[in-house]
């Protein structure tokens, strides 16, 4: 399943609010709503757009989080320089883009759906269906990613809680519209993932092994690098002359995943946003949760030799990848060993040459995680350490981390100016008691005498320690 940007202009109406603030107007003296609605086939041209909006939101969401997180490093100045201690103002300007992204995704599948469908008598019900998904999706993001927003403009500040609910309705809606088989499976993907964010176990592994009747569902959103809707995140760790990302140096056999080979107009990797390895990931943390750490690991040992192993690898010339950003000039560029902390014993095939010939990506999911490392795990803190770890390999650069190391944005100040039901709670961050500050997520020692790379911290291990906490673990919690 693939979400494509096409070459469609779309011309949003001047009453179409597209943030809850209503910052961000798309005007236009010639159209108004009356006219729009009428336009032959509207439903299809307002899908695009939806699609398109997904694309753009879906790049605010990764190109911060993963920052947030401990996946990857600011190593230049184009983006957010407080993201990576973590700080996390609420008048921080890339906030507020998080916010508006995501308000306008929720907001023009709202108009689609209550103006666009109405009107449109062509409208098909996998198209509606669409719509309810791409509404579904907003209020996930929302729920996920924030301690709070409001659910309409200048609205009251729902809770994850109730966000996550609004996503439930839509997505069962959703699917009871849609006649593809394959999306009606992505759909109830993104419907586990919901019950997880809820720590619904009991639903959440009723939708996993639903959605796994397709062992390599996948969804994509595609990007569109001549019509103004680049993959931002392969800028950052790819197409950009100099390497503005770096990613942790355990995590460094994973970048690029996103990258060109051809032109960089032409050549814009997708974002995989629903895919089936999910499924298995909740599932085998339901079955750890519940201490049947026998059948867990038939599930992770599954998910590697049913979906990993065959997900696509590519050969990439990469050896212009100097990590000559600037803010850390002690990246390891040839194949040393790495510790994950100092406690931790040196690992090999972690940081790779790329000088020495042709490196493998994996565009989809990868991970160093085997079959031994699985059966050696005797305890639920063992095995639930390398469900995270998996998580976090699995998931990289796709946005997810943040959520799985329990940060949260907070409502934007902009919002809160504007906004009268926001309280000086929504503008403060989530940031777990746990999290190392100072940069320390992305911390590391480079020991060029040895050859032994050794973070600072092993971030799972650090949510093992802290599994009671709140913030995380949500069939623990």
């Not at 603030?21 to 336009?39: A, G």
């Not at 469908?117 to 509404?135: G, H, Q």
Request: aromatic share 8%; proline share 5%; charged share 20%.
């Amino acid at each position: 399943m693939k979400i494509f940007l096409k070459k469609t202009l779309i011309i949003l109406s001047a009453a179409l609010v597209l943030s809850s603030c209503e910052l961000t107007k798309v005007e236009s003296p010639n159209v108004t709503d009356d006219v729009y609605v009428t336009t032959p086939y509207i439903t299809k041209s307002w899908i695009v757009g939806l699609r398109r909006q997904l694309a753009l939101t879906l790049n605010q969401v990764i190109v911060n989080t993963e920052l947030v997180s401990d996946n990857y490093f600011n190593n230049r100045t184009l983006s957010s320089k407080v993201f990576d201690i973590p700080q996390i103002p609420n008048y921080d300007l890339d906030v507020n883009n998080i916010q508006s992204a995501v308000h306008r995704l929720r907001e023009l599948s709202e108009f689609g759906l209550s103006a666009v469908v109405p009107a449109d008598k062509s409208t098909l019900p996998t198209e509606k269906a669409e719509m309810l998904f791409m509404n579904a999706y907003a209020h996930l993001l929302s729920a996920e990613l924030f301690v709070g927003l409001p659910g309409s403009a200048k609205g009251p500040v729902l809770s994850p809680n109730e966000h996550y609910n609004l996503a439930l309705s839509a997505l069962e809606q959703a699917i009871a519209l849609q006649t593809d088989p394959n999306e009606k499976l992505a759909y109830t993907l993104v419907k586990a993932r919901v019950y997880y964010g809820l720590g619904n176990a009991t639903k959440a592994k009723e939708a996993a092994l639903a959605a796994m009747a397709n062992k390599l569902l996948l969804k994509q959103v595609f990007f569109d690098g001549q019509n103004s809707a680049p993959n931002d995140f392969q800028t950052y760790i790819f197409s950009s002359t100099n390497n503005e990302f770096a990613p942790l140096p355990r995590l460094d056999f994973l970048d690029p995943k996103y990258f060109h080979t051809t032109t960089i107009a032409q050549d814009q990797k997708p974002v995989s946003f629903v895919k089936s390895e999910e499924a298995y990931l909740i599932l085998a943390e339901a079955q750890v949760s519940e201490n049947d750490l026998g059948t867990a690991k038939t599930t992770l040992k599954n998910l590697l030799s049913d979906v990993v192993q065959k997900r696509p690898v590519f050969s990439l010339d990469d050896k212009k990848e100097t990590r000559n950003g600037g803010n850390r000039t002690d990246y390891p560029l040839k194949a040393v060993k790495v510790k994950f902390d100092a406690n931790d014993s040196p690992r090999e095939g972690y940081v790779l040459d790329r000088q020495a010939g042709n490196i493998a990506i994996a565009t989809i999911s990868g991970t160093k995680v085997t079959t031994t490392d699985i059966d050696l795990a005797q305890s639920q803190d063992e095995l639930l350490y390398l469900v995270y770890r998996l998580r976090q390999e699995i998931f990289f650069a796709e946005g997810r981390r943040m959520t799985d190391l329990g940060i949260r944005f907070p409502v934007s100040n902009t919002e809160q100016l504007n906004n009268p039901n926001v309280r000086p709670e929504h503008g403060v961050a989530q940031i777990p008691a746990f999290i190392p500050l100072n940069r320390a997520m992305d911390d590391f020692t480079n020991d060029t005498g040895s050859g032994i790379v050794t973070m600072k911290y092993d971030m799972n291990k650090v949510l093992i320690a802290n599994k009671k906490a709140i913030e995380i673990f949500p069939f623990l919690n």
